[in-house]
């Protein structure tokens, strides 16, 4: 079920508010590309920046939309445990396949703190989770050690690695096993990440060019090894221009070019500049994608 292209979805604004019939374009928009999985609510969903309320409202609209047709991994990242619990709960009951919950961001917990966050969670909700390691973030790095103790837990099924480390793969792999998913969190170093031993990627990329970045993955999966590379160097200069300026808001400008929803994004991120906008339609250009 976790396997593939899983698009770490943009959430749509208008005019400071929700935009839920732009949610459902995105979502169908997805489907039909050819994603395999959708992740709502997270860092490229400005979790952050929504109330409780809007949080909830996302989940429920990316669930119904989808209808079952992908799987879908809810963000229930908090640096609040308990929070974080009352998130991973509200997805289950949603119908959720499963939750992805970052390291707790800003309080820099030790090993033992990050054991014990994921450890309540995972004794609180009977939800498949996701573990995710995004160092750049969180500022905390969940260690090759840390990750073996937490997925002892039956309900702790693998990690989003944004580490880019590569070497990581093959060490969870010699300290967890080979059944322990492993989906990287970077879509420029996916393809090496495959070749590890991962078996997918939560991308930002796909949010403009869904058919490509799930092609890519596929190649990956069955083998098609040189495809993939090709696909991959295609796909470069889009996963450049995605950090270009404060993610998500080069996906959304993206998106708002591709007629999906706005551009809008949630204080403290604004816009992107001119320059970088004009980069990102170049490269939508190039990929015969507006």
């Not at 005019?15 to 997805?30: M, N, P, T």
């Not at 860092?43 to 989940?59: A, I, N, P």
């Not at 708002?256 to 992107?272: I, T």
């Not at 500049?273 to 939508?284: G, N, S, W």
Request: hydrophobic share 45%; proline share 5%.
């Amino acid at each position: 079920m976790f396997r593939g292209s899983f698009t770490a979805l943009i959430t749509p604004f208008s005019s400071g508010q929700l935009d839920i019939a732009a949610l459902k374009r995105v979502v169908e928009h997805q489907i039909n590309a050819g994603t395999h999985g959708l992740v709502p609510v997270g860092t490229t969903g400005e979790c952050v920046t929504l109330s409780h309320d809007e949080h909830c409202r996302v989940v429920e609209t990316v669930l119904e939309t989808s209808a079952g047709r992908v799987p879908v991994i809810a963000g229930a990242g908090s640096n609040n445990t308990a929070h974080a619990i009352e998130l991973a709960r509200f997805a289950k009951s949603a119908g959720a396949d499963a939750v992805l919950v970052a390291a707790p961001y800003y309080n820099k917990p030790s090993q033992a703190g990050l054991a014990a966050h994921y450890l309540a969670i995972a004794d609180a909700v009977e939800i498949p989770l996701f573990v995710y390691n995004v160092p750049g973030r969180s500022v905390v790095d969940i260690s090759v050690e840390t990750m073996a103790q937490v997925a002892r837990h039956p309900n702790i099924i693998g990690v989003k690695d944004a580490t880019g480390d590569i070497q990581r793969v093959t060490q969870h792999r010699r300290a967890i096993g080979s059944d322990f998913i492993q989906l990287s969190g970077e879509d420029a170093s996916a393809l090496g990440y495959n070749a590890h031993g991962g078996t997918g990627v939560i991308s930002v990329s796909s949010n403009a060019a869904p058919a490509l970045c799930a092609a890519l993955q596929a190649a990956t999966l069955e083998g098609r090894w040189d495809e993939a590379r090709d696909l991959n160097d295609r796909l470069q200069p889009l996963h450049e221009v995605m950090f270009a300026y404060s993610s998500p808001a080069p996906a959304k400008y993206a998106a708002s070019l591709l007629g999906l929803c706005s551009a809008e994004v949630r204080l403290p991120l604004v816009e992107c500049p001119e320059a970088v906008k004009d980069r990102i339609r170049a490269v939508l250009t190039d990929l015969s994608l507006i």
